[in-house]
């Protein structure tokens, strides 16, 4: 398996990505600019469907998924392209199986929530306050930090891997809980009726 | 260079604890990613309404997000310090060589500030209270659009030069 990782690392198409700067840095960009589109909106929706901002209809948010998917197809064949030029690297990481594991999770979590809240005939806003929802938007949101998480990783250690995880963990949990108690005195985070 | 001392930016606190806790320089990274997530999430989705995407969605209430906008900008803002100034303990380069010589960085800082100066176009072109009146249906004034579409050109920028920085220093 390694020999053939080697052999498309040092085929034509990777060497020219690889040799071309200004393609491979260009590649990383639209990886993070597909992320930022498809984790934005999907994470918006989400944040909205627990209870976020509950005067915004939700209906409506359903015309901006055009342009999650575009993000999403950006960062798929961004990230094949990105795969292609080092395969010995990212098959051999545990960390990149996981990142496209919870990125499979995130997409059918999509998938679902498209289905119970924006689908044909639904009351989105009451849709929405169901715990099937919440659970499925609370799961998305876990994916997508779960994929920015081992995405970023990838460069490190394992240990360093593990500890950046935790500490990531902890430091939104302790963000939440404090965001959480000023939000509320501040009268920034509404609750749905 | 420029006149000032080569350890101009560095904070020995934050050098201190990249050198010590392999897990720091990551952290800052992940949170610098969730930031930028939050912010292009909801400027975005704000802008693309101004520009008509999504048209049966009234503006006002999507004002109810941008403190969260607001939060992911100070997160970016925060983890972009702890590189800069912490810089020397993970690359062995001084932040004032990084500010002189990765234009990457220089282009995302010039980006950053006319992102701001269109938000205050929005604000002082009164703008701003025309979308807030956009309900279903409406369509914002063209005024509107052109800064909509700026801030999305000038924060895809954002990401786009800052995704470059590594390759700069």
């Given at each position: 398996?390694?020999?053939?990782?080697?052999?498309v690392?040092s085929s034509?198409f990777?060497m020219?990505?690889?040799?071309?700067?200004t393609?491979?840095?260009?590649?990383l960009?639209?990886?993070?600019i597909?992320?930022?589109?498809?984790?934005?909106i999907s994470?918006?929706?989400a944040?909205?469907?627990?209870?976020?901002a509950?005067s915004?209809?939700l209906?409506p948010?359903?015309d901006?998924f055009p342009l999650?998917?575009?993000?999403?197809?950006?960062n798929a064949?961004t990230?094949v392209?990105?795969?292609?030029?080092y395969?010995?690297k990212?098959f051999?990481?545990?960390?990149?199986y996981i990142?496209l594991?919870?990125?499979?999770?995130?997409i059918?979590?999509?998938?679902?929530?498209?289905?119970?809240?924006?689908?044909?005939?639904?009351?989105?806003d009451?849709a929405?306050?169901?715990?099937d929802a919440r659970?499925?938007?609370g799961i998305?949101?876990?994916?997508?930090l779960?994929?920015?998480?081992?995405?970023?990783?990838?460069?490190?250690s394992?240990?360093?891997?593990?500890?950046t995880?935790?500490?990531?963990?902890?430091?939104?949990?302790?963000?939440?809980?404090?965001?959480?108690?000023i939000?509320?005195?501040?009268?920034?985070?509404?609750?749905?009726? | 260079?420029l006149?000032?001392?080569?350890?101009?930016?560095q904070?020995?606190?934050?050098e201190?604890l990249?050198a010590?806790?392999?897990?720091?320089?990551p952290l800052s990274?992940?949170?610098?990613?969730?930031?930028l997530?939050?912010l292009?999430?909801?400027?975005?989705?704000?802008?693309?309404?101004?520009l008509g995407v999504?048209?049966?969605?009234?503006?006002?209430?999507l004002?109810?997000?941008?403190?969260?906008?607001?939060l992911g900008?100070f997160?970016?803002?925060?983890t972009?310090?702890?590189f800069v100034?912490?810089?020397?303990?993970?690359?062995?380069?001084?932040?004032v060589?990084?500010?002189?010589w990765d234009?990457f960085l220089q282009i995302?800082?010039?980006?950053?500030g006319?992102?701001?100066?269109?938000?205050?176009?929005l604000?002082?072109?009164?703008?701003s209270?025309v979308?807030?009146?956009l309900?279903?249906?409406?369509?914002?004034?063209?005024?509107?659009k052109y800064?909509a579409?700026?801030?999305?050109?000038l924060?895809v920028?954002?990401i786009?030069?800052?995704r470059?920085?590594?390759w700069g220093?």
């Amino acid at each position: 398996m390694i020999e053939f990782f080697q052999i498309v690392e040092s085929s034509g198409f990777s060497m020219s990505l690889k040799e071309s700067s200004t393609a491979y840095v260009a590649i990383l960009a639209f990886h993070t600019i597909g992320l930022s589109f498809l984790v934005g909106i999907s994470g918006t929706t989400a944040l909205r469907i627990l209870g976020i901002a509950p005067s915004i209809p939700l209906k409506p948010m359903k015309d901006f998924f055009p342009l999650m998917w575009v993000g999403l197809w950006v960062n798929a064949i961004t990230g094949v392209l990105l795969t292609l030029m080092y395969p010995t690297k990212y098959f051999v990481d545990l960390s990149f199986y996981i990142k496209l594991g919870f990125v499979v999770i995130a997409i059918i979590l999509i998938r679902k929530i498209q289905v119970l809240v924006f689908g044909d005939g639904a009351d989105s806003d009451t849709a929405a306050e169901s715990k099937d929802a919440r659970k499925l938007a609370g799961i998305l949101l876990f994916s997508w930090l779960a994929t920015i998480v081992t995405g970023r990783v990838m460069a490190y250690s394992i240990p360093t891997k593990a500890q950046t995880a935790i500490a990531v963990l902890i430091f939104l949990a302790l963000a939440l809980f404090i965001g959480r108690v000023i939000g509320r005195r501040l009268g920034l985070i509404e609750t749905a009726v | 260079m420029l006149g000032l001392p080569e350890t101009f930016l560095q904070l020995a606190f934050v050098e201190y604890l990249i050198a010590t806790f392999r897990w720091v320089w990551p952290l800052s990274e992940v949170l610098h990613f969730i930031g930028l997530t939050l912010l292009i999430g909801i400027v975005g989705i704000y802008d693309l309404r101004l520009l008509g995407v999504a048209p049966q969605m009234p503006v006002a209430p999507l004002r109810r997000l941008l403190p969260w906008a607001v939060l992911g900008f100070f997160l970016c803002v925060f983890t972009g310090l702890t590189f800069v100034t912490g810089l020397w303990a993970n690359v062995a380069v001084h932040p004032v060589e990084a500010l002189v010589w990765d234009y990457f960085l220089q282009i995302k800082l010039v980006f950053i500030g006319l992102a701001g100066i269109n938000l205050l176009a929005l604000y002082q072109s009164g703008m701003s209270e025309v979308a807030d009146k956009l309900g279903p249906g409406d369509d914002a004034p063209p005024k509107a659009k052109y800064i909509a579409a700026a801030s999305l050109f000038l924060w895809v920028g954002v990401i786009y030069w800052g995704r470059l920085i590594p390759w700069g220093l």
